[in-house]
Nanobody
Framework: EVQLQASGGGFVQAGGSLRLSCAASGFTFDDYDIGWVRQAPGKEREGVSCINRSGRSTYYSDPVKGRFIISSDNDKNTVYLQMNSLKPEDTGVYYC?????????????????????WGQGTLVTVSS
């Protein structure tokens, strides 16, 4: 069974950092592009970042560019999202998501990725 398990969320003050992890089971990252999508209270889901299956291409939404870093460890079948200089507007539930067919790209990220496989989400709360 294909599964994603996100972890690492928590409560942090503005300016702080968190690292989210997304562990996969039932498939390997060699065959999937991986992304992070977040949903703030009362708002629609938005694409945050994605990384292609080779790990060579990464993309970020404008609100997080320069502050977040996505990386993958294919040996551990885990993708990370290092989040620095956090702002209250970064508050939300963060989901990792994966797809074997739909490739990571800026237009797809702007459209929220729309991937097939989803994890359960991890809550990030940033206080001002």
């Amino acid at each position: 069974e294909v599964q994603l398990q996100a972890s690492g969320g928590g409560f942090v003050q503005a300016g702080g950092s968190l690292r989210l992890s997304c562990a996969a089971s039932g498939f390997t990252f060699d065959d999937y592009d991986i992304g992070w999508v977040r949903q703030a209270p009362g708002k629609e889901r938005e694409g945050v970042s994605c990384i292609n299956r080779s790990g060579r291409s990464t993309y970020y939404s404008d609100p997080v560019k320069g502050r977040f870093i996505i990386s993958s460890d294919n040996d551990k079948n885990t993708v990370y999202l290092q989040m620095n200089s956090l702002k209250p507007e970064d508050t939300g539930v963060y989901y990792c998501t994966a797809d074997a067919r739909r490739r990571c790209s800026p237009p797809r990220l702007r459209d929220g990725l729309g991937y097939d496989v989803w994890g359960q989400g991890t809550l990030v709360t940033v206080s001002s």
